[in-house]
């Protein structure tokens, strides 16, 4: 069954603490994305990737890091850099986006992250 | 800072009352789609519009894309307790390669 899996679904971070959310994809897709989702906030784009071994910040990236060294796998790492970690994250991916139309996101079922 | 607005942010119907969540955007987007994710899910993708003024229906949905591509709306007809969740749209604004998600509009129905 081809889909996207986010690990684990529930995760708890300590003070301090570096913890990275896991998203791998079976799609073939090109790209690749992490959201946060707050309550009333809709998603925010935290970074993306179009291609292996490339990727941008989005319009929320501080305290945030990512890799992208496999099509297949996008992690992201939740810094102790970020001071209010508590959310919703999305991890979606897509087929290459051309100039004037972009393609639909698949999404996962997502990491809820919380504050010990 | 957002660009991509939805209204309203939450609204409560009895089963069989019409639904509409409107989308605005500050600058013209070149394409827009639209999402739907029940509670407790993940948003899940329902259409894409791409030109000035298009609309599109699926069953008991028509959407709408602005003639200036700045706005857009989700018409849902009767609604049933199955149409609970919230409703995003998703624009491309300006120049921008990436999508900006609105704010969503959570719908809720009761018999």
């Known amino acids: 069954d081809g889909g996207i899996t986010q690990s684990p679904k529930y995760l708890f971070r300590k003070e301090g603490q570096n913890v990275t959310l896991s998203c791998e994809q079976n799609l073939n897709h090109d790209a690749m994305y992490w959201y946060r989702q707050d309550p009333g906030q809709g998603l925010r784009l935290i970074y993306y990737s179009q291609i292996v071994n490339d990727f941008q910040k989005g319009d929320i990236a501080e305290g945030y890091s990512v890799s992208r060294e496999k099509k297949e796998s996008f992690p992201l790492t939740v810094t102790s850099a970020q001071k209010n970690p508590t959310a919703f994250y999305l991890c979606a991916s897509s087929i290459a986006s051309s100039l004037r139309t972009n393609q639909p996101q698949h999404f996962g079922d997502g990491t809820r992250l919380s504050i010990l | 800072g957002q660009q991509v607005m939805q209204i309203p942010q939450y609204q409560h119907v009895q089963e069989g009352e019409d639904f509409t969540t409107y989308c605005n955007s500050s600058t013209t987007l070149s394409n827009i789609q639209w999402y739907k994710q029940r509670p407790g899910g993940h948003p899940v993708f329902l259409i894409q519009l791409v030109k000035s003024g298009e609309v599109k229906k699926q069953k008991r949905l028509t959407f709408q894309f602005g003639e200036a591509k700045k706005n857009s709306s989700l018409h849902i007809t009767a609604t049933q307790t199955t149409d609970v969740g919230t409703y995003f749209c998703?624009?491309?604004?300006?120049?921008?390669?990436?999508?900006?998600f609105g704010t969503g509009t959570r719908l809720q129905v009761t018999l």
């Open positions: 998703a624009g491309r604004p300006g120049t921008a390669s990436k999508l900006t």
